[in-house]
């Protein structure tokens, strides 16, 4: 079993860590040695282990280490992979085991991914790096995700869907066939996005509209 340590430890994080336990009840794989967060204190701890430190002591781990990061803004995911260059960090891929695959082998998946419980996927999507797909999500044929990305529970982006990075689908939203989605884009749970939309902005409602903040 190899080493893995999630950076966040609040209500992701734990559900992250489910998420471990799942996959080694299918076929051992990880050894949780706990997590790694700024906003707590070392030695605290949850029900699943004990908070290690932060960026520094990451940065500082003498051994080979896989970390995922169970952050759900994309923003702090970008900074967070741009802050640790310790060489003994990898970021692996993490998929339920219930996910549905279409077609697996005609889909491409990066590193530092999330595709969490009930996750859908069908022919020829391609994931980018450190994508969370958080439960139940659904992406149609050709659908692709750059880097960065947090898709909320329940999420259906249609076929050629194509997302660049650092945006931010909420709960039950829904992207229509072939829309285009840029960059620092956030769609609010429950939206509807029938049109192409503009790069850091917010769009709600069904027909999703851009709202000015």
């Known amino acids: ?13 734990r559900e992250v860590a489910c998420l471990i336990r799942h996959i080694n ?25 004990k908070v ?11 051994r080979n280490l896989s970390v995922v990061i169970a952050v759900g803004n994309p923003k702090t995911v970008q900074l967070l992979v741009d802050r640790i260059k310790n060489p003994n960090v990898d970021f692996p891929n993490l998929i339920a085991p219930n996910v549905l695959f279409f077609d697996r082998d005609s889909v491409s998946i990066g590193r530092g991914n999330i595709i ?4 859908r996927l069908s022919c ?8 969370i797909l958080n439960g139940c999500v659904s992406m149609g044929h050709d659908a692709t995700l750059g880097n960065f990305n947090v898709l909320m529970p329940e999420t259906r982006l249609s076929g050629e869907v194509a997302a660049r990075d650092c945006n931010l689908f909420g709960g039950r939203c829904f ?7 840029g960059n620092n884009t956030t769609i609010g749970a429950g939206s509807v996005v029938l049109r192409k939309t503009k790069d850091n902005s917010l769009y709600l409602g069904n027909p999703a509209k851009k709202i000015d903040i």
């Open 1 to 13: 079993m190899k080493d893995i340590a999630i950076y966040g430890a609040g209500g992701f994080g």
């Open 25 to 49: 009840a299918c076929e051992p794989e990880w050894n949780l040695v706990g997590f790694f967060d700024d906003g707590k204190n070392i030695g605290s701890a949850n029900e699943y282990g």
């Open 52 to 62: 290690l430190g932060g960026i520094d002591q990451l940065n500082a781990y003498d």
């Open 116 to 119: 969490s419980f009930g996750c």
């Open 124 to 131: 020829n999507v391609g994931l980018g790096d450190f994508n």
């Open 175 to 181: 992207v229509a066939q072939q829309i285009k989605i």
